[in-house]
């Protein structure tokens, strides 16, 4: 060590308010934006694995020849898997994580706003996830020789917007839930990835459930988010959509509103709760 | 300097009867049976701004109750705390600003960034602006002799680098209050001796710093604290510098003997023999290391013979100075390490 280095470099101010929010939303979005790339076992994982199961699909509709529009929405629902597990298992099971880790005490400790640090999470989850996404449909396209018809650009990236907002919305809700229920969370994101799969359709058009299964289905957000998206860039997807797309789109809104209040209103209480008993920021380890 | 210190009262940490309780469940199946455990009780404290404080206690004391209680981490259940003359309970986010913590086997951060990455990821948590914050980690790193990682993942650092990195993190910030929960606990002595001159060093190059530690090795808390408080079962039993704690023991004498097999011999045979007053015993390898506060010398030649009729073989015998470990077992009873093994719970 040496003695003459000068611990305080000069003057600085800190952020507060805005700023603070913001750069705490970059920092907390960095370790998933640049630090979840340098494991480049995601490319096995995240791409090669997800386009088994589309394949699987694929080929099992071209067996009993299955409208060829339906090999696209395989591949569109194979890449909005992407985006699912990564709200439950980043997003969901996250703050759990950090609790381990120890971060969790570090973060609520700092003067930042714990809705900019999930805020951060969602951010980064969503980029990281976007280039799983569209590897899987660029591949998937160029594989199964799949047609698009984009009649309206911006509504299609208004619907992606909008889903993506309400279903990490969904997810940093969720995050401060799975937080409360601890290990259990774990079973609970394990319970639910299959069903979740079986309702939002990702495989087929919800429109073949009955009206009332597909608007319980719609609760997620990915369900209304990937028909309107299937509807925006297939030529026989409005005949199998399940609502209009602007329906859809304002179903959306709301779910964006009702999510994110609710991440607000978790966050507050689980934040309360970890002061109050001093549990929450104990890692268990 | 920071532009945002807030004009400080002298007091940078203020503690009023200061209780905890922890309610913990006993079993999954009767969720409503829950048992008290008493963490802290009636703690009065003052740190001084400028103040090097040192809490010194056993595994389970409550210092690290105390310390989540002044970080915001945790709310009392009676009395009050304020720090930089804030209320912690009232306004925790303004005590947030000014305070930094850094707990001892932390494995915070993420390992699939740098060293670099992690330091700079905390830093925007505080609002510092990037250019300063790299500056900041590139100064202390080199510091802590840790500038030639800079660039590596942190999972791929030992226990002790780890734990300089995470050193580091809490002096980022520049805080007016640091807390340090057993910073040195897993770095070797090196290590330990860097971390050590980095503290003293950030305290002066700034008076209006404070720094609150905690830690169990009383050498620490001796070299480093201006003063100390000496916690057990969550009561502080001694609040005063190091000298004036030792200089309590310094009209008895204190001898340690360290002898073969103890033939029977107990702790509280030889604390019946006059003039003793208190006797601590650890095992060292073969042999036993009995630690005697006696009322004066003469006391020593009832000990000698107790041991001799015995048949105890006495190997060595050194008369020491008093020490903060001396202290603490005046004051309790028994040493440090038999608080602990008879204790055993979790810190909390």
Known sequence: MTQNDPLAIQSFEKATGWRLFIKTVIARAYPRIIGQQREKSWIFFDIFLPMLAVSSYVFVYRAIHAPEEYVGFVVIGGAMTAFWMNVMWSMSSQLYWEKEQGNLALYIMAPNSMMAVLLGMAVGGMFATLLRAVAIILLGSLLFHVQYVVGNLVQLLAVFFVAMTALYGLGMMTASLFLLLSREADHLAQLATEPVFLVSGFYFPIKSFNFWIAAAASLIPLTLGLDAMRQLVFASGPALGFLDVRVELIVLCGLCVVFLFGARALLAYMERLAIREGRLTESRR | ?348
């Open chain 2, 1 to 348: 300097m920071l532009k945002d210190r807030t004009t400080l009262s002298n007091l940078a940490v203020e503690v009023e009867n200061l209780g905890r309780v922890y309610k913990i469940r006993m079993n999954k199946k009767e969720k409503n049976l829950r048992k008290e455990l008493v963490a802290l009780q009636g703690v009065n404290l003052q740190v001084r701004q400028g103040e090097l404080f040192g809490l010194l206690g056993p595994n389970g004391a409550g210092k690290t109750t105390l310390m989540k209680i002044l970080t915001t981490l945790l709310a009392p259940t009676s009395g009050s705390a304020c720090v930089a003359g804030h209320d912690v309970v009232k306004e925790p986010v303004v005590v947030r600003r000014l305070i930094n913590m850094v707990s001892g086997g932390e494995s915070s951060g993420y390992g699939m960034l740098t060293v670099r990455e992690n330091l700079w990821m905390f830093s925007q948590f505080y609002g510092l602006p990037s250019k300063q914050a790299n500056q900041r980690i590139e100064a202390l790193l080199k510091i802590v002799g840790l500038e030639d990682r800079i660039h590596t993942k942190s999972s791929d650092l030992s226990t002790g680098l780890r734990q300089k990195m995470n050193i580091v993190r809490g002096f980022l910030t520049d805080p007016q209050v640091l807390f340090l929960d057993e910073p040195t606990l897993g770095l070797d002595v090196g290590a330990s001796r860097d971390a050590r001159k980095l503290i003293r060093s950030w305290l002066e190059e700034d008076r209006t710093r404070t720094l609150l530690l905690t830690t169990h090795y009383m050498v620490e808390a001796d070299e480093l604290c201006d003063r100390v408080a000496i916690i057990n079962q969550g009561r502080v039993l001694a609040c005063d510098t190091p000298s004036v704690l030792k200089q309590q023991l310094q009209r008895d004498a204190l001898f340690e003997l360290t002898v073969g097999a103890l033939n029977g011999l107990t702790v509280s045979k030889l604390e019946g023999i006059p003039g003793v007053r208190k006797v601590t015993h650890r095992e060292s390898g073969d042999s036993n290391v009995l630690s005697f506060i006696l009322d004066e010398e003469a006391a020593l030649a009832g000990v000698m013979n107790s041991l001799t009729e015995s048949g105890v073989r006495i190997m060595r015998l050194d008369k020491h100075e008093p020490t903060l470990e001396d202290v603490f077992v005046n004051l309790v009873g028994r040493s440090m390490d038999e608080v602990e093994k008879e204790d055993p719970h979790d810190s909390k």
